[in-house]
């Protein structure tokens, strides 16, 4: 996990792109979010207001928090996703991504109380937007994660199938709604192995791999197919 830099971090981190040649590709998309965080939190000091910089803020903390467990990241997260839904109380994107860091500090505290009450936000936004593409992949990424007794696993892997159905019919809403389609691939390959298919959870696993073989998701993706081998 890269530490927050400075503007002088910033240009050391380019000189050393510059210096590992071949290797730079591996570290491009960490250096990458590590500038772009930096820009965004230099951003909301100027733009306090800015919905979209308070949610980009919050998913990157979320992302951070997801792959890394630094529990640094679920405060910075929940500060900015709070302070996103102040702003715009009937933003759905605010309260779903809000809902998916309850799930995470839950996985975090083993707090099976906490992970409902984030299933159940989420659950509640699908009733007002039963087709709302990022709130269904969101809660198909909790859903397949969380414990077998939640009984979930059938519902995560609807709610993928159809982001996956819609993006394919529609590229265009992975950029509106800022899917991550990588990580779409790597939950529907878990969704697969869960249900004891393991074709295709190696087939989506593949399409991961595919899609994003630098990243976290990739990254992942290619070690449960080596598992599974």
């Given at each position: 996990m890269f530490q927050r830099m400075d503007p002088s971090r910033i240009?050391?981190?380019?000189?050393v792109f510059v210096m590992l040649g071949s290797s730079a590709p591996t570290l491009a998309p960490a250096i990458a979010a590590e500038v772009n965080l930096y820009a965004l939190e230099g951003r909301v000091v100027?733009?306090?207001q800015n919905l979209q910089v308070l949610l980009q803020?919050?998913?990157?903390?979320?992302?951070?928090?997801d792959e890394g467990r630094l529990q640094d990241d679920s405060r910075k997260g929940r500060e900015y996703l709070d302070r996103a839904v102040k702003v715009a109380p009937q933003s759905v994107e605010a309260k779903?991504?809000?809902?998916?860091?309850t799930c995470l500090d839950a996985r975090e505290r083993n707090s099976k109380n906490l992970a409902r009450k984030g299933l159940s936000e989420l659950d509640a936004l699908l009733v007002v937007e039963p087709n709302n593409p990022l709130v269904r992949e969101l809660r198909g990424f909790v859903g397949i994660e969380v414990p077998g007794e939640f009984v979930r696993v059938d519902q995560a892997l609807s709610d993928l199938t159809f982001v996956e159905e819609q993006a394919r019919k529609n590229p265009s809403i992975?950029?509106?709604?800022?899917?991550?389609?990588?990580?779409?691939?790597?939950?529907?390959?878990?969704?697969?192995?869960?249900k004891g298919d393991m074709a295709n959870a190696k087939k989506w696993w593949q399409e991961a791999v595919q899609a994003s073989p630098t990243s976290w998701e990739g990254k992942t993706a290619a070690r449960l197919m080596r598992k599974h081998d």
């Open positions: 240009v050391s981190a380019a000189v100027r733009e306090p803020l919050g998913q990157e903390y979320s992302r951070r928090f779903a991504r809000s809902a998916v860091l992975i950029n509106t709604y800022a899917l991550n389609m990588p990580k779409v691939f790597l939950k529907l390959g878990k969704c697969w192995r869960a």
